[in-house]
């Protein structure tokens, strides 16, 4: 099973930029859909980006054009660059990894999980 630690988080007003990082450790992810969620208080755990092992990406309409997925498998490590940071993108955001081949939004399709790194955007 793999392990899987974010990094990046922080405080960044409105308008700015953070780049997060997931790195794995305990299994090579290169043949795993990787993703990152977000989950704000109060609110459910939602798709934010996608990447399957072949490197299609797939973002969630809110952060289309704003946030960028990339992966580095020979590194094991996932990415998500975030662009024009905006007060809605405030969250705890998580790294995930799917045995599926095709790649999927939901939740439950995840196979194991980081434990999140927050980001607060601030006016």
Known sequence: QAQLVESGGGLVQAGGSLTLSCAASGRTFKS???AWFRQAPGKEREFVAGI??????YYANSVKGRFTISR??????????????K???TARYFCAGTYR???TTAVTD??????????????
Do not use: C
């Not at 580095?72 to 940071?85: G, Q, R, T, Y």
């Not at 999140?116 to 955007?121: D, K, N």
């Open 32 to 34: 795993d859909g990787l």
């Open 87 to 89: 007060l809605e993108d």
């Open 52 to 57: 399957k092992w072949i490197g299609q990406t």
């Open 110 to 123: 995840y196979d194991y999980w980081g434990q999140g790194t927050q980001v607060t955007v601030s006016s």
């Open 101 to 103: 081949v095709t790649m």
């Open 72 to 85: 580095d498998d020979a590194k094991n490590m996932l990415f998500l660059k975030m662009d024009n940071l």
